[in-house]
C-alpha cells in the first residue's frame, strides 16, 4: 500500500478552482513532487516544492504544504487539465521515494 | 532538444533476464541524479531504483532490491536497468527519469521517457 494518499477521483467545472489532496506523514519532513499524466503518454512534472514549476506549465498551476498534507491546485480549470495527477515525495525512512496512487481529474 | 529515449523492452519468461537503455540527448547526462519508474499497465506508478551523478551512490526499492541493477556510462549519455530474475509482477511500461542536480539528491524527476514495455510471462 503507498504511504501517499490521493482521492482517486475529482472533477472540475471549466474554469473553476479544484485542489488535489496528498497525504503521508513523511510530508512533514519531505517536499512534494506533481505529475501529469495524460491516457498513453508519459508523466509530466507540474510543481514542486512550493511553486517551483518548469517553463511551460502554466501559472494557473500552484502546490501548497501544510503538516501531512500536500496539495496542488488548478486555478481556472482547462479542458486540457483533464488528466491523472500522482505526487511523489520520500517515504517515511527517507530512503525511497513513493508516489500516491494517482488521482483522476475530471474537466466537466 | 532535450529528451530521454528507453529501449530493451519485450517479452521475457519468468526467471528471465532483460537489459534496459536510456539514451540522453540535449543536456549532460553527468549533470543529473538518474531514476527508473514503472507503471504497470492501468495501475499507478512506482520508483525503481536511482544512481547519483557520478555512479558512485544507487538506491532501490525492495520489491527490486538484489535483481535489478542500475548503472551508467556518461560518456555515452545512457543509463541502464539490468533486470534479473524477473518476475511476472515486474510486467510494466518502464520509465526512466532525470532527477536533480549532483546537490539536489532527491530532487523531481523533471524529465522522463516515452517508456518501454516488460512483459514477463511463460
Known amino acids: 500500500s503507498s504511504e501517499l494518499t490521493q482521492d482517486p477521483a475529482v472533477s472540475v467545472a471549466l474554469g473553476q478552482t479544484v485542489r488535489i489532496t496528498c497525504q503521508g506523514d513523511?510530508?512533514?519532513?519531505?517536499?512534494a513532487s506533481w505529475y501529469q499524466q495524460k491516457p498513453g503518454q508519459a508523466p509530466v512534472f507540474v510543481i514542486y516544492?512550493?511553486?517551483i514549476r518548469p517553463s511551460g506549465v502554466p501559472d494557473r498551476f500552484s502546490d501548497s504544504s501544510s503538516g501531512n498534507t500536500a496539495s496542488l491546485t488548478i486555478t481556472g480549470a482547462q479542458a486540457e487539465d483533464e488528466a491523472d495527477y500522482y505526487c511523489?515525495?520520500?517515504?517515511?525512512?527517507?530512503?525511497?521515494?513513493?508516489f500516491g496512487a494517482g488521482t483522476k481529474v475530471t474537466v466537466l | 532538444e532535450v529528451q530521454l529515449v528507453e529501449s530493451g523492452g519485450g517479452l521475457v519468461q519468468p526467471g528471465g533476464s532483460l537489459r534496459l537503455s536510456c539514451a540522453a540527448s540535449?543536456?549532460?547526462?553527468?549533470?543529473?541524479?538518474m531514476h527508473w519508474v514503472r507503471q504497470t499497465p492501468g495501475k499507478g506508478l512506482l520508483w525503481v531504483a536511482r544512481?547519483?551523478?557520478?555512479?558512485?551512490?544507487?538506491g532501490y526499492a525492495d520489491s527490486v532490491k538484489g535483481r535489478f541493477t542500475i548503472s551508467r556510462d556518461n560518456a555515452k549519455n545512457t543509463l541502464f536497468l539490468q533486470m534479473d530474475s524477473l518476475r511476472v509482477e515486474d510486467t510494466a511500461v518502464y520509465y526512466c527519469g532525470r532527477g536533480g542536480g549532483e546537490f539536489l539528491e532527491w530532487g523531481p524527476f523533471d524529465l522522463w521517457g516515452q517508456g518501454t514495455m516488460v512483459t514477463v510471462s511463460s
Open positions: 540535449g543536456f549532460t547526462l553527468s549533470s543529473y541524479w
Open positions: 513523511s510530508l512533514r519532513m519531505y517536499y
Open positions: 511523489c515525495s520520500r517515504d517515511s525512512t527517507g530512503n525511497h521515494y513513493v
Open positions: 516544492g512550493g511553486n
Open positions: 544512481i547519483k551523478t557520478d555512479g558512485t551512490t544507487t
